[in-house]
């Protein structure tokens, strides 16, 4: 038997683009190199005979990033000098060494995201399919970074036809990275609690104080605006409403109102902390002991610092109870009207304006054809959506519901081909295939106009179940995106349906799409209430969303925005960012504002309340984007600026003063 070629030791690469080695003796990671970046894109370079890679499973190398600031890379796949490219973009933790494991079944674009790993963080895919076979080369690229130069150390990549070990003990050169408050360790800041008793005094002082906080003047019981009542009598839940000259939302007593949320009102900040115990000052036992309740009921490892440090102050039988009233409290200082997605929505339920998601349980016995893109032409899925929406029967007659968003970011919308396209590649048999087999026939009649479009050899057959491997022409692209929008259309409008008849009450505020969606996939929301989507700019994307707005006919709604900095310990600032806690005010007033003075924008949701954790959540993301942060100590100029915000939100949005225009200087974006 011959011997297997791997592992196969793909090297160092060669420095390019501004990165340059260092000859730094101390490594904390046996057999690695240094690295220094001034800026990005400085990247390794590899190469190697076309199919080395073909029956590997994994690339392999350890990482030390250096620093208090993250970085991100991304590693590139490439056939040849003009052909496709796979994208893997990945971040690592400061100071604590790491383990790449990248799958490369990943190539087949199948997947967005991949778990962390300890210190290695937010695996994502993207960019194009390739082909192992015909992939001769290899890029490692710093694809972002902070303000300062980026040193990092890496050993040799290896490709190889086994799964890796996991990396244990990684080397923490300067001892745990969270403090016992589940604090950054490793840095110092204006305002970072120093002790567990100034902890405890500061939670107390909040509680004490929270009955006094209200609303903005002006707001009604349910935060709408107490000078324009449409509805003289209500109709007693949320509507949308248009006046002539732009949309609103309406309360339940009848006033205009403008949805102003807060994402993520939980009470939990999580640090998953698999492979990283030794890199936490305190982490006390699981047992049934105080802290029990901290620990989270997840498929990692994770531990809430926010709860503990409410179970310091107030005991583990009023931790919640607290919380629940200072919370609250908080965000009627800041003046937000809407405890937004991600939330507790039952410390709101029957009292405060919310919004819901709904699960994907039910939907979950369904097979997948491309990425989360359930099989809509499985003969269950009808009976699966209507156990998708039997969830709203809690909340059928509750006046302080909004509405419910049926999903968020759907990875398919990550992809850079439609989701037929991935099915074809990707799933050799569903009910989707064959129902795409049907389109083509009732399109072209016969197989041999079938093969005229999309390539001698094809038939219908082909289409319908089987491995494909073949390349796609330009008119098979149109065809399965034009059958991408058919698939679209269905999933929405069984899962809509099977909504409304559950919830005729409340509005269906559409799937939370990540940026602007294109156009096949807009034509399949016409049956929601409110088209919503994330959007991370600095101002909303008023002509995108102009457009879509012409298209549906139906006002929108932005879930999740923020801006961050790296003044408070934390090593990434989030999709948005600015130099300071001051400049994220004033970030604030101007998304919002401008986005109040828009007519077909009915409402914006901050995401998320908390600050991440400082060595990441379930994914990795660790970022200083909360009002509040693990002490649950909030952001003043934060706080400050978004009361003022609220205190003219409604004289903005009826075009009676001019929105808030002192931008603050925006940075590059540093995100994992």
Request: some cysteine.
């Amino acid at each position: 038997m011959a011997a297997s070629r791997f592992p196969l030791e793909l090297g160092h690469g060669v420095p390019s683009g501004g990165l340059v080695k260092q000859g730094i003796v101390d490594v904390p990671i046996d057999g690695g190199v240094w690295y220094i970046a001034e800026s990005s894109g400085g990247a390794l370079d590899f190469r190697f005979a076309a199919g080395a890679l073909a029956g590997a499973t994994f690339l392999t190398a350890d990482w030390f990033l250096a620093g208090d600031q993250s970085a991100v890379f991304v590693l590139v796949l490439q056939e040849g000098d003009a052909g496709p490219k796979f994208r893997f973009t990945f971040g690592f933790l400061n100071q604590c060494a790491a383990r790449m494991r990248m799958p490369l079944e990943a190539v087949t674009q199948n997947r967005w995201r991949y778990p962390r790993e300890g210190a290695w963080l937010k695996p994502l895919c993207g960019g194009d399919r390739v082909d192992l076979s015909k992939v001769d080369r290899m890029q490692i690229r710093l694809e972002r970074k902070g303000s300062s130069p980026v040193y990092f150390c890496v050993t040799q990549v290896l490709a190889t036809d086994g799964e890796p070990a996991l990396l244990a003990n990684p080397a923490l050169p300067h001892g745990p990275l969270l403090d016992e408050l589940g604090q950054n360790a490793l840095r110092s800041w204006p305002g970072k609690t120093a002790s567990v008793e100034e902890l405890i005094r500061s939670l107390h002082a909040q509680r004490e104080a929270a009955p006094a906080h209200r609303w903005p003047v002006g707001f009604s019981r349910w935060g709408g605006w107490l000078e324009r009542r449409v509805d003289t009598e209500g109709r007693g839940y949320f509507r949308t409403y248009h006046d002539g000259n732009r949309w609103w939302l309406v309360d339940p007593e009848g006033y205009l109102f403008w949805s102003t949320g807060m994402d993520c009102v939980t009470f939990s900040i999580e640090s998953a902390y698999d492979g990283l115990e030794t890199a936490l000052t305190w982490l006390p036992d699981r047992g049934e002991g105080a802290f029990a309740a901290a620990y989270g009921q997840y498929e990692v490892s994770i531990f809430n610092y926010l709860r503990a440090n409410f179970i310091r102050a107030f005991g583990p039988e009023d931790d919640a109870s607290a919380w629940s009233e200072i919370v609250l409290s908080q965000l009627r200082e800041a003046g937000f009207n809407t405890v937004a997605n991600w939330s507790d929505w039952r410390i709101a339920a029957e009292r405060v304006p919310y919004v819901r998601p709904l699960r994907g349980d039910g939907l979950r016995g369904l097979p997948n054809v491309y990425r989360d893109f359930p099989d809509v032409f499985h003969p269950d899925f009808e009976v699966a959506a209507d156990e998708f929406a039997a969830q709203l029967r809690d909340t059928v007659e509750d006046p302080a519901l909004i509405g419910y968003f049926l999903m968020n970011e759907p990875t398919w919308g990550f992809a850079s081909e439609p989701p037929a396209v991935g099915m074809l590649f990707n799933t050799p048999e569903c009910y989707g295939r064959q129902a795409l087999s049907e389109y083509l026939r009732e399109k072209y009649g016969s197989e041999a106009g079938l093969a005229d479009a999309w390539g001698s050899g094809v038939t219908f057959a082909a289409v319908a179940a089987g491995h494909w491997s073949r390349a796609i022409t330009a008119e098979a692209v149109a065809d399965l995106t034009a059958f991408s929008e058919k698939m679209v259309v269905r999933y929405f409008g069984v899962l809509s349906a099977a909504c409304r008849r559950v919830d005729p009450n409340h509005l269906n505020l559409g799937i939370r799409y990540y940026t602007v969606p294109p156009e096949w996939a807009v034509r399949g929301m016409c049956v929601f209430d409110v088209f919503s989507m994330n959007c991370y700019k600095r101002r909303v994307t008023a002509a995108e969303m102009a457009q879509i707005h012409e298209l549906l006919g139906m006002p929108i709604m932005v879930g999740e925005w923020h801006f961050g900095a790296l003044d408070v310990g934390l090593p990434a600032s989030g999709i948005g960012h600015v130099p300071d806690q001051t400049a994220r005010g004033q970030a604030f007033r101007v998304y919002l504002e401008d986005a109040a003075a828009k007519p077909w924008c009915v409402g914006v949701h901050y995401f998320q309340l908390y600050d991440q954790s400082a060595i990441g959540r379930f994914d990795g993301e660790n970022y200083n984007i909360g009002f509040v942060d693990v002490c649950n100590r909030p952001y003043a100029p934060l706080v400050t600026a978004a009361r003022a915000s609220h205190e003219r939100l409604y004289q903005v949005a009826a075009g009676e003063v001019e929105p808030y225009d002192e931008e603050p200087e925006y940075l590059p974006l540093l995100f994992i």
